[in-house]
């Protein structure tokens, strides 16, 4: 069978260099695809030009590039941090961007991400994740993804402060020790969803 494919767009406002704790949290999960015939690719949102607006062509920007990737992918992921009790602003960039996507929808009565499994992944040191997870999973809803049972991971952990003193590997320490069972079981639900859609996809 051929192999799933999975994107992670992390909406940390840090880059890669300081390993922030959204791109911790999406590496820790994604390791566990591979158990599961599945390929991914994680993409730091900070690290390309995405311009705001609600079209998908926008100044020649990165986005184009970016969401043929998604709309190639059977599993899509949005990891983001809290903040202020919300996602991040370059998480809800790239929900204005797919509004034409939905523009699509309301005029075609099809999506072109039918089909495909969302997945969720929010960070932070306070509360925030069920309000984001709503958010997004209305999101989702509407442009016809499907979210699966358990098919979220949220880490709300003092350690993910801001000003934290945590190294990267007691981060990792802290993951592992108590969040392995449920990132396994979350990349497990949004792979099998995921094949049963590709071998049976809705009508």
Do not use: C
Request: no cysteine; proline share 3%; hydrophobic share 40%.
């Amino acid at each position: 069978m051929a192999k799933l494919k999975a994107i992670i767009l992390v909406g940390s406002l840090k880059n890669d260099s300081g390993t922030p704790n959204t791109l911790l949290l999406s590496q820790f999960l994604a390791k566990h695809f591979a158990e599961y015939n599945t390929e991914y690719e994680i993409i730091t949102l900070v690290d390309h030009d995405i311009k705001a607006g609600t079209y998908t062509n926008i100044d020649s920007d990165d986005w184009p590039s970016i969401l043929e990737k998604l709309l190639n992918s059977d599993i899509v992921i949005f990891a983001t941090p809290v903040w202020w009790g919300i996602q991040s602003s370059l998480t809800q960039r790239v929900i204005e961007r797919l509004d034409e996507l939905h523009d699509e929808i309301m005029e075609k009565g099809k999506s072109r991400l039918v089909n495909k499994i969302a997945g969720i992944i929010v960070t932070g040191d306070s509360d925030g994740a069920e309000h984001i997870i709503g958010n997004l999973s209305n999101f989702f809803v509407a442009l016809g993804l499907t979210i699966p049972p358990f098919g979220t991971l949220t880490v709300l952990w003092s350690g993910f402060a801001k000003k934290s003193e945590k190294s990267k590997e007691e981060k990792l320490k802290y993951l592992e020790d108590n969040y392995t069972s449920t990132a396994k079981k979350a990349v497990q639900y949004l792979t099998f969803m995921a094949s049963v859609l590709k071998n049976n996809p809705y009508p």
